[in-house]
């Protein structure tokens, strides 16, 4: 069975800095895109930054030059390294992937892990 698993959220003042980790486990024969998404209180499921199995990556303006995805297809985890966070960072991030598994190609999701940056 495949899981995703966030990791690296917490309490963290306005200016400072978080490595989110996301790793996949389970019969897993390849991973597409990777993605984070974050969901803040009262507000819709947004995507933050994505990166491609080739390592083309985008991300939401609102994060550009301070947020850095990356991916580590050996350990089949994903990296958000996030800097210079402000308060409107506050969410709890998911992350995403397009794994091919003993199951077919299939769009999974993680649990989530939650990011507060107090002013």
């Known amino acids: 069975q495949v899981q995703l698993v966030e990791s690296g959220g917490g309490l963290v003042q306005a200016g400072g800095s978080l490595l989110l980790s996301c790793a996949a486990s389970?019969?897993?024969?390849?991973?597409?895109?990777m993605g984070w998404y974050r969901q803040a209180p009262g507000k819709q499921r947004e995507l933050v930054a994505g990166?491609?199995?080739?390592?083309?990556?985008n991300y939401a303006d609102s994060v550009k030059g301070r947020f850095t995805i990356s991916r580590d297809s050996a350990k089949n985890t994903a990296y958000l390294q996030m800097r210079s966070l402000k308060p409107e960072d506050t969410a709890v991030y998911y992350c995403?992937?397009?794994?091919?598994?003993?199951?077919?190609?299939?769009?999974?999701w993680g649990k989530g892990t939650l990011v507060t940056v107090s002013s």
């Open positions: 995403n992937a397009e794994i091919l598994s003993d199951r077919g190609r299939m769009d999974f």
């Open positions: 990166i491609t199995r080739g390592g083309n990556t």
């Open positions: 389970g019969s897993i024969f390849g991973i597409n895109a």
